[in-house]
Nanobody
Framework: QVQLVESGGGLVQAGGSLRLSCVAS????????MGWFRQAPGKEREFVAA??????NYADSVKGRFTISRDNAVNTVYLQMNSLKPEDTALYYC?????????????????WGQGTQVTVSS
């Protein structure tokens, strides 16, 4: 059974940093595109960042502040979030088996984690 388990969310002041982790189990995602989405209350789930075969892509709203990386040896994807803003507050989801990293939609995702809450106070 494939599972994606996120961790690292929490409450942080504006300007602060958090590092999210996503550990995959059940199969290797070594050759799969992986990513992060987020969903704020009352809003649709939106793309944040994706990584595949050395290529990365970011939503315009997080470029220059967030960095996605992966460690295939431990089947883990990370999202380093710096200079956080209140508008970054959302439930952050790990996404596996993306069919594209060029601004993927939720329909392009094969597997989802359960989400980890990020709250940025002003």
């Amino acid at each position: 059974q494939v599972q994606l388990v996120e961790s690292g969310g929490g409450l942080v002041q504006a300007g602060g940093s958090l590092r999210l982790s996503c550990v995959a189990s059940g199969r290797s995602f070594r050759w799969s595109a992986m990513g992060w989405f987020r969903q704020a209350p009352g809003k649709e789930r939106e793309f944040v960042a994706a990584i595949a075969w050395g290529d990365v892509n970011y939503a315009d709203s997080v470029k220059g502040r967030f960095t996605i990386s992966r460690d295939n040896a431990v089947n883990t994807v990370y999202l380093q979030m710096n200079s956080l803003k209140p508008e970054d507050t959302a439930l952050y989801y790990c996404a596996g088996d993306l069919s594209t990293i060029a601004t993927p939609l939720p329909a392009n995702v094969g597997y989802w984690g359960q989400g980890t809450q990020v709250t940025v106070s002003s």
